[in-house]
């Protein structure tokens, strides 16, 4: 089955700098990588999502890339903001009928 | 608000309740989910509906079970269940079960005592 690691657990960055998470699965098949922002007491947010026939992915400040050979992907975040922090889980999904199989989550802290 | 809703946000029970969680998404999706969250493990897939029907169930135990009535509800029924069974559990719907945004409800928060 697919199985997803992330890393790093934590992440902490000053303001402004920028900061990038990755993931590798292990399934070649999965054709769908999602991330989700999480912040407290609150669920899961899709913030950008990547399919398996595209390289890079860019929404504003956020920028997701895939490399399909070596079977990871990563998410960039440029000119963080405190706002920023939140805990950040990737995601992978190989086929249709399956759920997402997610990371473990990095925590991202952005210092003023 | 991502237009999926869950009842209660809080629930403490002790071993011997019984208690269910509800899910209600306004969002027209097909497909709903339950997923557990502890702290310092990913989030686990517990169980996946696809129009109504139960699809997948990840070797969850019997203490907890399942019922989707129609493509807008879900609940998680929960009997007797043991400390190590508290944690965050989320539901989310996507439109249906193939590779799309799944959207998240802010969870119910279950202590068990």
């Known amino acids: 089955g697919e199985n997803v690691e992330q890393h790093p657990s934590t992440l902490s960055v000053q303001e402004g700098d920028s900061a990038v998470i990755k993931c590798t699965y292990s399934?070649?098949?999965?054709?769908?990588f999602p991330w989700y922002k999480q912040e407290l007491g609150k669920g899961p947010q899709l913030i950008i999502d990547?399919?398996?026939?595209?390289g890079e992915k860019k929404d504003q400040r956020i920028a997701v890339t895939l490399n399909k050979t070596a079977k990871h992907f990563s998410l960039h975040i440029t000119e963080t903001q405190p706002e920023d922090s939140a805990v950040y889980f990737c995601?992978?999904?190989?086929?249709?009928?399956?759920?997402?199989?997610f990371g473990k989550g990095t925590t991202l802290s952005v210092s003023s | 608000e991502t237009g999926v809703t869950q009842t209660p946000r809080h629930l403490v029970m002790g071993m011997t309740n019984k208690k269910s969680l509800k899910c209600e998404q306004h969002?027209?999706?097909?497909?709903m989910y339950w997923y557990k969250q502890s702290a310092k493990k990913p989030l686990e897939l517990m169980f996946v509906y696809n129009f109504k029907e139960q699809t997948e169930n990840n070797s969850v135990p019997s203490r907890f079970s399942p019922e989707c009535p129609n493509s807008s509800h879900l609940f998680l029924h929960l009997h007797t269940l043991q400390p190590e069974d508290s944690a965050l559990y989320l539901c989310?719907?996507?439109?249906?079960?193939?590779?799309?945004?799944?959207?998240f409800g802010q969870g119910t928060r279950l202590t068990v005592v």
């Open positions: 399934d070649s098949a999965s054709n769908y």
């Open positions: 990547i399919r398996s026939n595209v």
């Open positions: 995601a992978a999904s190989i086929r249709a009928g399956t759920a997402l199989i």
């Open positions: 989310a719907s996507s439109p249906d079960a193939a590779n799309t945004e799944a959207f």
């Open positions: 969002l027209g999706h097909n497909a």
